[in-house]
Every structure is written in C-alpha cells, then in structure tokens.
C-alpha cells in the first residue's frame, strides 16, 4: 500500500513533466500554422509532428488512468474464486488478437484442468495486460508471444513470454521500479515505466509473486505466481 503511495506521488509529477514537452511542441507549431505557412510541404511537416507528438501523449494518458484507477481502488481486492482455464481463456482473447495484427506469432497453451484460484479477476486482468502489453510492445514484428499455465498441488501460474530484445541482467530488478525504462527499448515508443510496477504491486495484494528470467538474445518471460493455499 505504501509503495503504491509513493508511486502515486512520483508519478504526478513526472506525469506533469512528460506531458508539458509534447504539449509545448503542438502549442509551437500551431502557432506557427496560425500565422501562416506559404510552402505547403513546411505546413504537412508541422502538421504531421502535431499528429506525432499527440500519438505520443496516448501511452501517457494510458498510464495516467491506470495509476488513477490504482489509486481509486487503493488496493482493496474483491476476491472471488475463480475458475483460471475460463478466465484466462478469455482474458487473452484481445491479446491475442493485437498480437496477430501486429505480425506477431501466438501461441497460448492453457490446460483445461487448472484449479480454482481466489482472485480479484479486473486487477489481474491487469498484471495480464500489463505483461502482454509490454510483450507486443517490444517483440518485433515476426517475433512471438506465448501464454502457458500450470498448477502444482501449492501453487497456480501463468507465464508470459515473448521473443523481444530481452532484458539486460544487471536490470532484472530495475524494471520492476517506478518510472524505469531501459536503453535497450528506448526505439519503441515506452511508458511511463509503471506498468511492471504496479503488476507486481497487484500480485503481491494477493499474497503471489511475479518473477522475471531473460535471456537478452533470446527474450522474456514473466511468470507470476499464485498460492493456493
Ligand atoms: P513501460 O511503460 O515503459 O513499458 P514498464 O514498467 O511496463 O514500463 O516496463 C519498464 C521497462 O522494462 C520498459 O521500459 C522496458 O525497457 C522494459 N521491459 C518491460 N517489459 C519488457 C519486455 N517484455 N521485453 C523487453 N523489455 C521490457
């Protein structure tokens, strides 16, 4: 709950901040159109860098309503017991189809006999979004996201994982902290660096864990835990 605070806090400003340089672009440009441009191929280039620079205020404003709803929400879980083959089966389905329409390969393996879990279904909806987010996000088209779950007598997972550029060892642990963003995506258009953040934060609420392996040749792969007991 306290992470989640603090995360509150440091974001609103670096929201303010990451949001004033587009805006300061637009209102720029605009201006300059207001005025006039006699060649028209100056007027489509600036009007162009607006549609640009608006595009980029989208993952900002993304991660500006998922914070919101985090806080809203503040953490309390409406656990309820849940069915994880069905429930992931369908979850995945928008996924999957982003996945597909970006040229990537997918693959989802989900047993049909996994046991019942007790979760609050819309924030792991969330940790889920969040990992497949960032898996179509960073894998290059002709790469491949794949989704397998499992179950021992203790324990119920899921794992996440994509052919993208991987994850440096030394930031194993860095991506998990707020607004951390490696140089080794910094060609794809990142977030805030939140979104690991909080679905950690959400699978620790339930009492499970979140880990990461990477091989930086061969990519990621997510897998969060889920006690049974
Ligand atoms: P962001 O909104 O920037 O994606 P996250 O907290 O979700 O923020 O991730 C933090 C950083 O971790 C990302 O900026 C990226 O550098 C790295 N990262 C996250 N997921 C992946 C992935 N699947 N493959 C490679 N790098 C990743």
Request: aromatic fraction near 4%; hydrophobic fraction near 40%.
């Amino acid at each position: 709950m306290k992470t989640l605070e603090e995360t509150r806090r440091r974001s609103l400003a670096n929201i303010v901040h990451e949001l004033g340089r587009p805006l300061g672009a637009i209102q720029s440009a605009v201006h300059v159109l207001i005025k006039g441009v006699d060649d028209p191929m100056v007027e489509q280039e600036l009007l162009e860098g607006v549609v640009n620079e608006i595009k980029r205020m989208q993952p900002l404003l993304d991660d500006l309503a998922m914070l919101h709803g985090q806080v809203t929400g503040t953490l309390t879980l409406n656990l309820v017991l849940v069915d994880l083959s069905d429930w992931m089966t369908t979850a995945l389905l928008p996924w999957r189809a982003m996945a597909l329409e970006k040229g990537l390969d997918w693959e989802s393996e989900i047993p049909e006999s996994l046991p019942k879990v007790k979760i609050d279904p819309e924030r792991m909806a969330q940790v889920l979004g969040n990992l497949l987010s960032n898996a179509v996000k960073y894998t290059p088209e002709g790469g491949k996201v794949a989704v397998n779950a499992g179950a021992s007598d203790s324990e119920a997972w899921f794992q996440i994982s994509d052919s993208g550029p991987g994850i440096d060892p030394t930031e194993l642990e860095q991506v998990f902290e707020p607004f951390f963003r490696s140089q080794r995506t910094s060609r794809f258009p990142q977030g805030l660096g939140l979104g690991l953040t909080i679905a950690r934060d959400i699978v620790e609420a339930h009492g499970g864990q979140l880990d990461l392996t990477s091989d930086p040749e061969r990519g990621s792969q997510f897998t969060v835990h889920l006690s049974l007991n």
